[in-house]
């Protein structure tokens, strides 16, 4: 058994504790940022033998976490999203072990030149610094931000969701003996350890200077906030009102594997398609096979006047269906004209997160590629790789839906900015 959350929810003065947690985060960042690669891979080594080795703790955290919000009758997508098992930690271990592999991108020079007056000029990556991460319901989302800020530098403050409190914590566990091993400050990596909300808001505040980024990770209420309140610079996560477009030259087989997958792999994850549209042109001969399995696999499916017609358990479409993120077995599905149709509903509904094209006409995908602008566009792939461990990131710190500094999955070398060194030989500006 986990120890007893009143233990650690009962603190008399939580912005001095938050203060005081920020103050050890920028001298663990100042010490991050200067530490060699060795050094942060022996960290990332050990991280993840601490989890495979604790695995049957974090497992028995977990389960208390699950029987708490099943007791309080969370959604099953919900529950999903909390629950941990051995391949999850498993994967959790093998991301960790990805990240070790990447190239440290600290002090990589992604760009030199040389000046007529004979100065050089090179610009190289660097730390960003303190990153604070707000999530919600997934404590795999500690790991993930944990060991991806380490590779790159940062040092992070981490502010799990209440209802995944236990298994931050026993995964916290972990990423602290691996710090702990390698000698580097375990204020490198902080758990808030409360429940209280009031964290959430004084995280925003950015803690006069103490946090430089904001990663949120959770629903719209969360980015809701994040957006009203944050004070500091914000890596945006929106929703993820992800699309598959079927069109009208997509091998139908093809289609419905990727929309199957896109749909009902996981319905409460980010990349979880919850919109298909279907090319008119070709709905005639894909329409009901797609429609009918979904529906025979378990997902509602809430359709336009056309989508009705083929199958009488269609649901019909309200105008806030295009809009809706629904992380469930859920489907809103639409009939449209060609790619231009498909392209004018994701520009008009989409959240710039994911979307896909299933076509054989290679002009049909290159257009839908160039023209949608979301985060992530794929063509003949399912929705569902958009994670940074599918890039080959090892881990992800979320996708950013914003176009400033960093975009789609996050890894380790987008937790990094720049700076200009320059080498002179005695010139003076004239």
Known sequence: MTAPLKAIDGNADLPALMTDLASHARDAARML?????????RALEAIERAI???????????AEDVAEVSAAGATSAFIDRLTLTPARIDAMADGVATVRGIPDPVGAVTES????????????????????????????????????????????????????????????????????????????????????????????SGMNGGIDVIVPRGGKSL????????????????????HVYVDRTANLDMAKSIVLNAKMRRTGVC???????????????SLKPLIEMLIESGCEVRGDDAVQKVDARVKPASDDDWDTEYLDAIIAAR?????????????????????????EDAKAAEKFLREVDSAIVLHNASTQFADGG???????????????????????????????????TGQTRP
């Not at 495979?52 to 977990?62: F, G, P, T, V």
């Not at 906030?225 to 992800?242: D, I, K, Q, S, Y």
């Not at 990349?271 to 001969?285: F, N, Y």
């Open 335 to 359: 009939v449209v004209d060609g790619v231009d149709g498909a392209i004018t509903h994701i520009r008009n509904h989409g959240s710039r997160h994911t979307d896909a094209i299933v076509a």
């Open 52 to 62: 495979r080795a604790n695995a049957a703790k974090i497992l028995a955290a977990n």
């Open 271 to 285: 990349g979880a398609a919850e919109t298909l549209l279907v090319d008119r042109a070709g709905a005639a001969a």
């Open 113 to 204: 030149w040389q000046r007529p007056n004979g100065m050089t000029i090179e610009r190289v990556r660097v730390p960003l610094g303190v990153i604070g991460v707000i999530f919600e319901s997934r404590p795999n989302v500690a790991a993930d931000a944990g060991v991806l800020c380490l590779k790159s530098g940062n040092a992070v403050i981490l502010r799990g969701g209440s209802d995944s409190f236990r298994s931050c914590r026993a995964i916290h566990e972990a990423l602290i003996q691996g710090l702990r091993e390698a000698g580097l400050p375990e204020a490198a990596i902080t758990l808030v350890p409360t429940r209280d909300r009031a964290a959430v808001g004084l995280m925003l």
């Open 223 to 242: 980015v809701a906030r994040v957006e009203a309140e944050a004070r500091v610079p914000v890596f945006a996560h929106l929703e993820g009102v992800n």
């Open 390 to 424: 599918e890039f080959g990131f090892g881990a992800e710190i979320g996708i950013a839906t914003g176009k400033f500094h960093a975009r789609g999955p996050v890894g380790a070398e987008q937790l990094t900015s720049f700076k200009y060194r320059v080498r002179g």
């Open 33 to 41: 940022a200067l530490a060699p690669p060795e050094q942060k891979n």
